[in-house]
């Protein structure tokens, strides 16, 4: 949920960040962004990933740049406790993360070192909170890019409904002799079934 609060009345240029936390290293605004890496002749992947997350971070950054003076305006006018904006870039394709979503994960590891290995809480294959947040984060990313795979390719075998019609036009045209001069359409009868296929 979007905090509704944040950066409140008519402005121009606004933007609404997606989680508005206060940790024990400050008060964060936090915008996620899943970027799908290009890899090109010049770069390998890895590389990929660290140039578009930095784009992406830059516009971000520029994005939010107004609304954050403002609501840092009214903080520092009540005496309040500024706050950061960090956008979390992660990379679609090769999983990697942009340089504000790994500043705040070395900020929360810090945070969590107390915490110890404890098999019932985070599991066996990653016992501690480190390990455990890091898979979860990485499953996060690769279920929401399968997703998205699995949306593009529902639309491709099941067009809609517009479309489909569109094609049925197509083909209809094709076989009418008014409209392209071939032989009319014929309608392929199809062999009754016998009572053993019934």
């Not at 784009?55 to 006018?77: D, F, K, L, T």
């Not at 997703?147 to 045209?173: L, S, Y």
Request: charged fraction near 30%.
């Amino acid at each position: 949920m979007e905090p509704r609060a944040w950066d409140m009345g008519k402005h121009e240029k606004h933007h609404r960040p997606d989680i508005s936390t206060t940790l024990p290293c400050g008060k964060k605004v936090l915008d996620v962004k899943l970027v799908w890496a290009r890899c090109t002749k010049q770069h390998l992947a890895a590389e990929a990933s660290k140039k578009e997350t930095e784009a992406v971070e830059a516009i971000c950054h520029e994005e939010y740049s107004e609304g954050m003076e403002r609501v840092n305006a009214r903080q520092r006018e009540i005496g309040g406790q500024e706050e950061e904006m960090i956008c979390m870039a992660f990379a679609a394709r090769t999983g990697g993360w942009g340089a504000d979503a790994k500043g705040l994960w070395e900020k929360l590891v810090v945070m969590a070192k107390d915490k110890g290995e404890e098999a019932d809480l985070y599991g066996w294959h990653a016992m501690n909170w480190q390990r455990h947040w890091q898979q979860r984060i990485g499953v996060a990313i690769a279920r929401g890019r399968a997703q998205m795979v699995m949306a593009v390719m529902a639309t491709i075998a099941h067009p809609t409904k517009a479309e489909a019609e569109e094609e049925r036009h197509a083909e209809t045209q094709e076989s009418c002799p008014f409209t392209s001069g071939g032989p009319p359409a014929r309608r392929v009868k199809r062999p009754k079934k016998t009572d053993r296929e019934q």
